[in-house]
T-cell receptor
Framework: EDKVVQSPLSLVVHEGDTVTLNCSYE??????LLWYKQEKKAPTFLFML????IEKKSGRLSSILDKKELSSILNITATQTGDSAIYLC??????????FGKGTKLTVNP | DGGITQSPKYLFRKEGQNVTLSCEQN?????MYWYRQDPGQGLRLIYY???????QKGDIAEGYSVSREKKESFPLTVTSAQKNPTAFYLC??????????????FGDGTRLSIL
């Protein structure tokens, strides 16, 4: 059975800190790994990592895929209160379905 | 603007009642999905559809039903057989061009509670 595990489940930091969120997976015929940010409602897409694109960066956010270790990290530098959200990791395998982890709840205090 | 619209935002179900959650997209996406989100549980797939008039069960389909009569619409019915329906329901869509890798985009969700 395909599985995605995120850690930590919850994290509290102060503004300006750097955080690293982890995602590990076991999936048949890996195709891609996706990161989403969920504030109150709809998860919004952040990055998609594949075998041909193992590193992505956008502003203060960056993500790396380690296919050997079957894992990915999401880094956020110089955190702001607006970064407070649940960060979801999902993996696409041989089927057309995404398998989601339970998410990491990040709280950034001023 | 293109997007995914879910309605209603909040819904209350009485005992023994079926309720239907609406999901409409104008992104011209082929594939549509329904997820259930419980606190601390992440997203779990209920049903998905890759093409009109066809859909497949996800991991937790029991007590739910769907239809896909039009490309733009993928309504979810929560039946009385679903004994624990209180949750946040999210609809998503994506392009599906011959197995290409495309991210799913989500609606704003419907929060369902039992009266």
């Amino acid at each position: 059975e395909d599985k995605v595990v995120q850690s930590p489940l919850s994290l509290v930091v102060h503004e300006g800190d750097t955080v690293t969120l982890n995602c590990s997976y076991e999936v048949t015929n890996f195709r891609s790994l996706l990161w989403y940010k969920q504030e109150k409602k709809a998860p919004t897409f952040l990055f998609m990592l594949t075998s041909s694109g193992i590193e992505k960066k956008s502003g203060r956010l960056s993500s790396i895929l380690d296919k050997k270790e079957l894992s990915s990290i999401l880094n956020i530098t110089a955190t702001q209160t607006g970064d407070s959200a649940i960060y979801l990791c999902a993996v696409a395998g041989g089927s057309e379905k995404l398998v989601f982890g339970k998410g990491t709840k990040l709280t950034v205090n001023p | 603007d293109g997007g995914i619209t879910q309605s209603p935002k909040y819904l209350f179900r009485k005992e023994g009642q079926n309720v239907t959650l609406s999901c409409e997209q104008n992104l011209n996406h082929d594939a549509m999905y329904w997820y259930r989100q419980d606190p601390g549980q992440g997203l779990r797939l209920i049903y998905y559809s890759q093409i009109v008039n066809d859909f497949q069960k996800g991991d937790i389909a029991e007590g739910y039903s769907v239809s896909r009569e039009k490309k733009e619409s993928f309504p979810l019915t929560v039946t009385s057989a679903q004994k624990n329906p209180t949750a946040f329901y999210l609809c998503a869509s994506s392009t599906n061009r011959g197995g290409s890798n495309q991210p799913q985009h989500f609606g704003d969700g419907t929060r369902l509670s039992i009266l």
